[in-house]
């Protein structure tokens, strides 16, 4: 290797020093000095110890950019999946982990920005496996039913509103358990077992109608659906038992759908 030329015009002292041996010329000198000027005036952060106290890794933490407070993070802007939310309290406690373990604004973005895109992956694909799943047992029930499924829906229907009322129904909905096939079967059970009390019993129920009339109105309504005739005098105001198949229709939906108007 050839000696460096500007290298051997020192003083013969300070010739072997490394930190000389990368300078070329007078130009490459110059900029090397005014580097280290610039380095001289630049505050210099501590390499951390293991042997740091509290006080010490917060004094460190705060020299780097950890936000004042951890209200003072930033939320990275993640849309969450509908139906998928993060509790306040949850958020509390991790922004308070987030500040205790000293991170930035940036790399507690960075590592909520992951987490919260994980969470909405997660969600999403437990959400398509629950479609899947219900998707198959809703078949598999319609086979089994066969042409009693819609009339057999109704009766667990009936049994939930009968029973449950808004905030069931509205919690049977929120979870997908008002869709799921075994919950409507065992609702459909429910409300066979109540319609057979009923008639041993000739019992009625709290809002003044049998749970078992209802139900029994409902098949009927879906049997009347498949009635060619009955759905001819229905709908042609010159058939002869017109009138009677409109009251027929109007009586049996007041029955299965109390509270509501026929359309």
Excluded at 42 to 65: C, H, M, T
Excluded at 126 to 149: H, N, R, Y
């Amino acid at each position: 290797m050839s000696e460096n030329a500007f290298v051997t015009q020192l003083p013969e002292d300070i010739r072997s020093e490394p930190s000389l041996q990368a300078i070329q010329d007078v130009g490459s000198l110059a900029k090397s000095y005014v580097n280290a000027q610039k380095l001289i005036g630049a505050k210099r952060l501590v390499a951390p110890s293991e042997g740091w106290g509290e006080s010490q890794w917060n004094e460190f933490y705060d020299s780097i950019g950890r936000p004042k407070t951890p209200d003072d993070y930033k939320l990275p802007e993640v849309k969450f999946e509908e139906g998928l939310a993060i509790d306040d309290s949850r958020k509390k406690e991790a922004l308070s982990q987030l500040h205790k373990m000293g991170l930035t604004q940036r790399q507690a973005a960075g590592v909520l920005e992951y987490y919260f895109n994980s969470m909405n992956n997660d969600y999403k694909t437990v959400k398509s496996k629950q479609s899947e799943v219900m998707a198959s047992g809703t078949a598999a029930l319609k086979q089994e039913w066969g042409d009693k499924f819609d009339a057999n829906l109704d009766i667990a229907r009936s049994t939930i509103k009968k029973f449950g009322g808004d905030e069931i129904s509205t919690w049977l909905d929120k979870t997908g358990l008002g869709n799921d096939p075994t919950a409507i079967k065992l609702f459909h059970k429910v409300g066979l077992e109540f319609m057979e009390d009923a008639r041993r019993e000739g019992g009625a129920g709290g809002s003044g109608l049998p749970l078992g009339d209802q139900a029994r109105a409902t098949q009927e309504i879906e049997q009347l659906k498949l009635d060619l005739a009955f759905q001819r005098s229905l709908g042609d105001s010159r058939d002869p038992g017109h009138r009677a198949a409109i009251d027929r229709w109007m009586s049996l939906f007041k029955i299965a759908f109390p509270g509501t108007e026929q359309g």
